[in-house]
């Protein structure tokens, strides 16, 4: 099956953020999303509630370390089975493209974000992801292809890789 999956860096979306948040399992209701943010001050104190509970800064991996990252996400993918077809990887977040079996695709990115984490602990030391990840599963050629177009336009701001 294909997949376009995503994940973020600790501390890069919280609830009540300004941009748009959604709470677990959309238990709440909450008025706009990334594209319309609600206004300004709307979630300021749930927002700030949760920065205070952070263990560290939220995490942004400098530039230098995006290819790194990258690279590293790609072979362990490819270690588990699993065919990338593209991958970006940004300061606050990662989108893939990749095609592999239904089963165990959570337990899979896990690993894949461990070792990637390990790989720059030297520079970001401690929890360098935010918990769980979001698989979209892709509905069918069109789709897969809106998938891929989407991860190729982060470039330059992200680094990004697709298959040929």
Known sequence: MRYHVTWGTYGSWLPG???GFRTRRHRQHVEGDYRNPP?????AGLYAHARRSLSKPPVTIAPDLLEVIGR?????FAK?????CGISVAGRHV???VECRPDGLKQMVGRVK?????CVRARIPGRLWQEGCRPVAVR?????QNVLAYI????PKAWVWLAE
């Open 17 to 19: 953020d300004p941009r």
């Open 39 to 43: 206004a300004a001050g709307t979630y």
């Open 72 to 76: 590293r996400c790609l072979d362990q």
């Open 80 to 84: 588990e089975g699993a065919q990338v």
């Open 95 to 97: 989108h893939v493209a």
């Open 114 to 118: 461990k070792v990637s984490s390990h």
């Open 140 to 144: 069918d050629g069109r789709h897969w």
């Open 152 to 155: 190729a336009g982060h470039a």
